[in-house]
């Protein structure tokens, strides 16, 4: 399929400017390369003689691959997801396990479909990069339709700087994540551009990445997610049906440099969650742990909530574990702080409590809730929640990742901060450019705003995740926060439409059906492992 794409002055792609030339696959192709059979040396080789524009025709057959086949421009199609299975056996080793890899072309789709992938029976440590890798600028273009990922010991689909992409009617039977987005700039490795650049929703999301009308099933009972994203990744999620697993994304909490994943839109699919599985109820269809965006229209039924917010720098010492951001504890200048100790003082408690008691203090109840609680002894910190005259508590279990919750001991000392917003939270969008400025006098890594030339926090604009018309078990259902930080009617908004949006239009554009592509994988079989 050959693509014209016209970009406006920022390269985002609008949906006016899109021409498809819509023609049939074997009119638009170059030309079909048939390959002898569906081993990797004959498709390799089949490959090799294609140019951009070609198509590469996958025989039926069972074949075990121990080798990437790449595809820049091409289109590869197996003859149907019973027909073609290759099997993985990709050795894990230097970051390896890939079966292809997919580069966007900016003149001819890159294309991958009809066929399944199996796991392996030999090679089944977790593969963390991907066993397809997809590859994106700006100007280019892929998909991955109408195939079956079945039980594979890897991140299914891992995508680099989204171009024009969708992964449409595939079947994924899931042992870990189905698909990862690790970021929305070709070459921003860590999200700072992402970060600065002007949100993309709706009409203006072209160039983000887009999963639709895909079947997501858990077959293994621990939950790992249909998708997740992280640096600066923005992607769009709708009219799939999920069973037994929920839509995820990483916050700037993920370790190291990484920052969240910077937009999603999650809407129109259908989430199930049977009452025999495991973890039944699940928490939610979604957890999001930073950026913003919007989740509408969803079916949804066996979950606990639609949406859980997280927020894991405001209860978690961070740099006890990763480096540069830290936790929001109410000094780290990643965050936005009061620079007023607002307390500070020893507790009382008991030994092991899960609580802060002062002796003689005389407190309004409730005054200090969404203050920034630390004990100065242990390095723990968390939000408070409540407290009594003399009696503070605080937000604890489930809701910390890297270390036990926080007590105190009598005669711990604690002081109390106030944190305004933290550094890439739910409901927080653009800002300050962040950039890595050589290594500190601990030969940790330096990043700066460039705003300033320090440490400081990006002066995030406000961006609230609009969540409206999801229905619970039959009941229109909102989302909710557990974190005094992140508030309804400022952060996040329930049972209101995000103002001005309008869907981007549905098929994606490249998912619209010519007279050669397939239906949707339907009846196939899971071969035995």
């Known amino acids: 399929m050959k693509i014209k794409l016209l970009f406006s002055d920022n390269r985002r792609l609008f949906l006016p400017a899109i021409v498809f030339l819509l023609t049939g696959l074997c009119a638009a192709r170059s030309s079909l390369i048939n390959a002898p059979t569906s081993s990797f040396s004959d498709v390799a080789a089949a490959v090799a003689t294609a140019v951009p524009g070609d198509t590469v025709l996958i025989p ?21 997801t019973n027909g073609t299975v290759i099997i993985d056996e990709v050795s894990r ?39 397809v890798v997809c590859n994106g600028t700006a100007n280019a273009s892929w998909r991955i339709d109408h195939v079956v990922f079945n039980g594979l010991y890897a991140k299914n689909i891992a995508t680099y700087g989204n171009a024009v992409s969708v992964i449409d009617h595939n079947t994924f039977l899931m042992k870990t994540i189905a698909i990862e987005d690790n970021g929305y700039v070709n070459g921003d490795q860590f999200g ?30 621990g939950q790992s997610g249909v998708s997740d994203g992280e640096n600066g990744a923005r992607v769009v999620f709708r009219h799939n049906t999920v069973l037994n697993e929920f839509f995820a994304n990483h916050g700037t909490e993920t370790g190291g440099r990484s920052r969240s994943e910077r937009s999603f839109e999650v809407y129109g699919n259908t989430f199930n969650f049977s009452p025999s599985a495991p973890n ?22 066996g979950y606990a909530s639609i949406v859980g917010l997280r927020n894991f720098r405001s209860t978690d010492a961070y740099c006890r574990q990763w480096y540069p951001f830290c936790g929001a504890n109410g000094t780290d200048p990643w965050d936005s702080n009061s620079p007023t100790l607002y307390l500070s003082g020893t507790s009382s408690a008991p030994n092991g409590s899960g609580y802060l008691q002062v002796s003689g203090a005389n407190w309004t109840p409730n005054q200090w809730v969404g203050y920034t ?3 100065t002894s242990s390095g723990y910190f968390s939000p408070v929640s409540s407290n009594s005259a003399n009696t503070m508590y605080f937000l604890a ?74 229905t619970l078990n039959g009941a229109l259902t909102g989302m909710f926060s557990s974190y ?7 952060d996040f908004y329930n049972d209101t439409p995000k103002p001005g949006y309008t869907q981007f239009t549905y098929p994606h554009p490249l998912a619209i059906p010519s007279a050669t592509q397939l239906a949707p994988p339907t009846g196939f079989k899971i071969l035995p492992q």
């Not at 595809?71 to 149907?80: E, Y």
């Not at 700072?192 to 650049?197: F, G």
């Not at 005094?484 to 400022?490: D, H, N, V």
């Open 484 to 490: 005094p930080g992140i508030q309804s009617g400022r």
């Open 397 to 470: 279990d489930g809701l910390i990742q890297s270390h036990p919750p926080m007590t105190f001991n009598n005669g711990d000392h604690f002081k109390l901060y106030f944190v305004y917003a933290t550094l890439d939270q739910p409901g927080r969008g653009s800002g300050d450019l962040l950039v890595d400025d050589g290594m500190d006098t601990n030969n940790n890594e330096y990043v700066i705003n460039t705003s300033f030339g320090v440490p400081a926090y990006p002066r995030e604009a406000l961006e609230p995740i609009y969540c409206w018309s999801n």
């Open 93 to 131: 080793a230097n970051n390896g396990g890939q079966i292809f890899i997919l580069t966007g072309n900016p003149t001819y789709l890159t294309e991958l479909s009809n066929l399944q992938l199996r796991g392996g029976v030999t090679n089944t440590s977790l593969n963390y990069f991907g066993t």
């Open 373 to 375: 609680l630390t004990n």
């Open 60 to 80: 039926a057959g069972t074949n075990v691959w121990t080798q990437a086949v790449n595809l820049n421009g091409i289109s590869l199609s197996g003859a149907g």
């Open 192 to 221: 700072d551009q992402s970060y600065v650049l002007p949100p993309t929703y709706g009409l203006n999301s072209s160039n983000c990445l887009y999963i639709e009308d895909n079947v997501f099933t858990n077959i293994i009972g």
């Open 280 to 301: 039944y109820p699940y928490f939610a269809i979604a957890s999001i742990r930073g950026g913003s965006g919007v989740i509408f229209s969803n079916t949804v039924n």
